[in-house]
């Protein structure tokens, strides 16, 4: 089952312009992470920020979590037709013998030239 | 090489034939997890090894799939009898030590398509 829940869906938006996308989830969490997957490719990860971090900056990007209403956003400044891809949330769920990542549905991104 | 690589690419395959995806970690990462991707979705967990033993396999949709890692690197995930409901990307990632604290690194995954 899935976890985290992304929105938009989908954005596009002009080069130049900032990009934010949320991401909600349900269960007490370890850490939280934002992963990038261009068409047909794996997912790379970007950022990861920690249930006791409320904020965190990676280059263009900045990530916030907000543990009390269990979600987290990500912003990509001065966006560029190259952060054209798919962004997803992945929640590390906290608890003994769990090990896995619950990943959202995503954010599709356009940014046109 | 320096990334997680899988192999084959593409695999075709018809319905009730069996099929085995391979997955080479980066060298030294004792975590190793498997994800199935349906399109247009987030990947979903399927089964998770340290080292060699194969710690959760919670996500495995049935008992048509089976995961190994025999000597703690390589890993197989395996699909018998394949149903067209097993069409998807199938995605292996791997992680250093402690992988509830540490980035997950993918490969390209395995786009499996059943006729």
């Known amino acids: 089952s899935q976890q985290g829940e992304e929105d938009p869906q989908a954005l596009s938006i002009q080069e130049g312009e900032n990009a934010t996308m949320n991401c909600s989830y349900k269960?007490?969490?370890?850490?939280l992470q934002w992963y990038r997957q261009n068409s047909g490719r794996g997912l790379v990860h970007l950022i990861l920020?920690?249930?006791?971090?409320r904020e965190k900056h990676s280059g263009r990007l900045r990530v916030t979590l907000d543990t009390s209403k269990k979600s987290s956003s990500l912003l990509i400044t001065a966006s560029r037709a190259a952060d054209t891809a798919s962004y997803f949330c992945?929640?590390?769920?906290?608890?003994?013998?769990?090990?896995?990542?619950?990943f959202g549905k995503g954010t599709k991104l356009s940014v046109i030239p | 090489g320096a990334g997680v690589s899988q192999s084959p690419r593409y695999k075709v395959a018809k319905r009730g034939q069996d099929v085995a995806l391979r997955c080479d970690p980066i060298?030294?990462?004792?975590?190793l997890f498997w994800y199935q991707q349906a399109l247009g979705q987030g990947p979903e967990f399927l089964t998770y090894?340290?080292?060699?033993?194969?710690?959760?396999k919670s996500g495995l949709p049935s008992d048509r799939f089976f995961a190994e890692r025999p000597e703690g690197s390589v890993s197989t995930l395996k699909i018998q009898r394949t149903q067209q409901e097993d069409s998807a990307v199938y995605l292996c990632?791997?992680?250093?030590?402690?992988?509830?604290?540490?980035?997950?690194?993918f490969g390209d995954g395995t786009r499996l398509s059943i006729l």
């Open positions: 990632a791997s992680s250093s030590d402690r992988p509830q604290y540490q980035p997950q690194h």
């Open positions: 269960t007490s969490i370890n850490n």
């Open positions: 920020i920690r249930s006791n971090e």
């Open positions: 992945a929640t590390a769920v906290s608890g003994a013998g769990s090990y896995q990542l619950i």
């Open positions: 060298s030294g990462h004792v975590s």
């Open positions: 090894f340290q080292n060699e033993a194969q710690l959760d």
